[in-house]
């Protein structure tokens, strides 16, 4: 059964860089036909998608966070990575990771999450 | 970008039935998503390609998905279906994905 569990530090100071990891299991992220992606919401408020990857590296990026924001994976760990640079208050979130069947639309399942606070 | 609107909140009384709509441009042109998450939880999908139910989803859960508007219906509506919903689409053009505002919905 695919599950997924998130992890990293929990307080991030301000312009720093926010970093996670999400560990897959259940299933291999080499060859396997799924995208891993990313998924924030700040306390309170609603979903937003950050970005996904492709086992291969192949990435997908919101429009509105491309700038500031990389996701990686590595096949040796079995996990991805998500980071965020240049944190404010505004990137204070629940941070979920999820993954995408290849050829579908939906993100099924989901971690956990994780709270990320910016402060300093 | 592409926008998808929900109402904030929706009110039912127990064993009514509960509508929730989410608003998008020719949202009827796209596969529609719906996700419930409860306090503390992940989301978890309940309507998948409008009106297709995963495995081990009630069947008082159904969508439907036409023109500019997309619907989740919850039926016979319990206390245990208090919960936020989400809708959510992918869009092609961009290969983005996009979630709905997001709709709290309130057992009486």
């Known amino acids: 059964q695919l599950q997924l569990q998130e992890s990293g530090p929990g307080l991030v100071k301000p312009s720093e860089t926010l970093s996670l990891t999400c560990i897959v299991s259940?299933?291999?992220?080499?060859?396997?036909?799924?995208?891993w992606g990313w998924i924030r919401q700040p306390p309170g408020k609603g979903l937003e998608w950050i970005g996904n990857i492709y086992y291969t590296g192949s990435t997908y990026y919101n429009p509105s966070l491309k700038s500031r924001v990389t996701v990686s994976v590595d096949t040796s760990k079995n996990q991805f990575s998500l980071k965020v640079t240049s944190v404010t208050a505004a990137d204070t979130a629940l941070y979920y990771c999820?993954?995408?069947?290849?050829?579908?639309?939906?993100?099924?399942?989901w971690g956990q999450g994780t709270l990320v606070t910016v402060s300093s | 970008s592409y926008v998808l609107t929900q109402p904030p909140s929706v009110s039912v009384a127990p064993g009514q039935t509960a509508r929730i709509i989410c608003g998008g441009n020719d949202i009827g042109s796209k596969s529609v998503h719906w996700y419930q998450q409860k306090p503390g939880q992940a989301p978890v999908l309940v309507v998948s390609y409008d009106d297709k139910r995963p495995s081990g989803i009630p069947e008082r859960f159904s969508g439907s998905n036409s023109g500019d508007t997309a619907t989740l219906t919850i039926s016979r509506v319990d206390a245990g279906d208090e919960a936020d919903y989400y809708c959510q689409v992918w869009v092609r053009t961009s290969d983005y994905y996009v979630f709905g505002t997001g709709t709290k919905v309130t057992v009486l």
């Open positions: 999820a993954s995408v069947k290849e050829g579908d639309t939906l993100f099924d399942p």
């Open positions: 259940g299933i291999s992220i080499r060859g396997s036909s799924y995208y």
